[in-house]
C-alpha cells in the first residue's frame, strides 16, 4: 500500500522548505528509516526518511525548489501502485527520465554550452542563488540570450548561468577542461581581452553547505550592525572543579560538566544583571523577565545555537539534561527549528578545546554573548604572597549601541562572584 511522506512543519514560523538534496531516485528500493531527501529552513538541514520498506514510487518537487510544509514530498510503496492521489496540485511526478531520453538531454545541455554568456534575466525569473551568482560575476542584462533555466517554469537556476558563464568564449578551451574536473576561476583571465587561460583556473573547490552559507551571511551581518566590543575577566574555577570532582564520585546524579556549572551560574547572574538579557531591534531595547538560554554547539552541519527555554526556572541537573537532549537532536540534524530561535543571551565555549581568549560575535538581536575560555594556572597575590590557582577565563562581547562599558563590566563581576560560589549555588 502506497504511503506519503509530507514536507514536516519544522517550527511555528516555517512555512516551506528548501529542497536541498534527493538521495533517492524514483524507483529506487527504500528502507524503512532510509533518508531519502535533505531539505533545509533557514537555520538549519533536516534529513527526511522513509516510513516503511518498499520502492520510491514519486518525488513531487525538484531539488532547489522550495515546497510548502504539509505538502506530499514523496510516495513509498509497490512497484505499479496509482500515486495520482497523493500528487499535489500542480506538482508533475519526478520520475527518472527514459534511457532514450538521455542523448537528447546531452545534447540539450551541451546546446546550452554554446550559448554565449548573458547576464541577469528580470529577478522574478532568476533563483536567490542565480542572482547572488550574476552579482558576483558582474553579469548585466544587455539583451544576450539567457540559458534555458532548469528550474520550475523555466526558473534559471545557479548551475545554469554557471554553466554558461564557463562556457563562454572569454573562457580557452584547456581552461574549460580544468573546469571540468572542478577547478574554479577567480578574478580577472590574464589572456588577451580578459580571457581566462588553463593556468588561471586554481584548485577544485568545494561549495559550502547551505546552512553554512546561512552561517557566513549571519556573521557578516552581526559586524554590519553593531558596535562590537569585548571585555575580558577570569574567575577562580576551584569551585568549578571541586563540583565537578563529586559529581563524577557520585551515583545516580546528572554528569553536569564544567560548560553546564557556567552556564548556569551565567542564567543566575543575567537574574541579578538583566539589562545584558536583552533585545535591541528598530532602535528599541526589549529587556526580558525570563531567560532563554543559547549555547553554542559544534555539528557536522556547523555551528548550531540551541536554546534552552525558561532555563531560570530549572536546576543545573535540569539544565544539564535539557543542553544533552538539545545537543544530540543538533549533532543529529533533527532539531526543531522552534529549539533553535528566541534565546535572549548566548554562551559560547571553547575552553575544552584549550582556547586561552577569544572574540565571540554577537546574534542579533541579542545585546551580549559570553565566551568561556580554557582553565589555566595563574599566579595572583593573596596574603603578602603569591598563590598559584586554577582561573577559568570569561570573554564578554556586547553592542556598545545599548550597553556601555561599566554595565558591562559589572556583569562580569556578577557573573566571577557565581563561578566562585557554585557550590552554594547549584542544586543538583
Known sequence: MAVSVEVPKLGNTVEECLIAKWRKQPGDPVSEGEIVADIETDK??????????????????????????????????????????????????????????????????????????????????????ARRFAERHGLTWSGMPMPAGSGPGGRILEDDLRQQYYSSPRVSSAARMRLADGAVLGGEGSGAAGMFLASDAGAPARRISGIREKIALRMRESLASTAQYTLTASANAGGLLLVRAKIKASTGVPDININDLVTF?????????????????????????????????????????????????????????????????????????????GATFTVSNLGSLGIESFTPLLNPPQVAILGVNAIQLKAVRRNAGIEFIDSIGLSLTLDHQVIDGAPGARFLKVIREKIENVEKLCTI
Open 44 to 129: 538549519a538541514t533536516f534529513e527526511v526518511t522513509s516510513p516503511a520498506n518498499g520502492t520510491l514510487l514519486a518525488r513531487f518537487f525538484d531539488e532547489g525548489t522550495l515546497a510548502p510544509v504539509f505538502a506530499n514530498l514523496f510516495v513509498v510503496g509497490e512497484p505499479g501502485e496509482n500515486v495520482d492521489s497523493f500528487r499535489p496540485p500542480g506538482a508533475p511526478e519526478r520520475s527518472a527520465p527514459p534511457a532514450e531520453a538521455k542523448p537528447a538531454a546531452a545534447a540539450a545541455a551541451s546546446a546550452r554550452a554554446e550559448t554565449p554568456v548573458a547576464a541577469a534575466a528580470p529577478a522574478g525569473q532568476m533563483s536567490p542563488r
Open 265 to 341: 551560574c551565567t542564567i543566575q547572574a543575567l537574574l541579578e544583571a538583566p539589562d545584558l538579557n536583552a533585545e535591541f531591534r528598530d532602535g528599541t531595547i526589549h529587556r526580558h523577565a525570563d531567560v532563554h538560554i543559547g549555547f553554542a554547539c559544534d555539528t557536522p552541519r556547523g555551528l548550531m545555537v540551541p536554546v534552552v527555554r525558561n532555563a531560570h526556572r530549572l536546576s543545573a541537573g535540569e539544565l544539564s539534561l535539557r543542553m544533552k537532549e538539545l545537543t544530540a537532536k543538533a549533532v543529529q540534524g533533527n532539531i526543531s527549528v522552534d529549539d533553535l530561535s
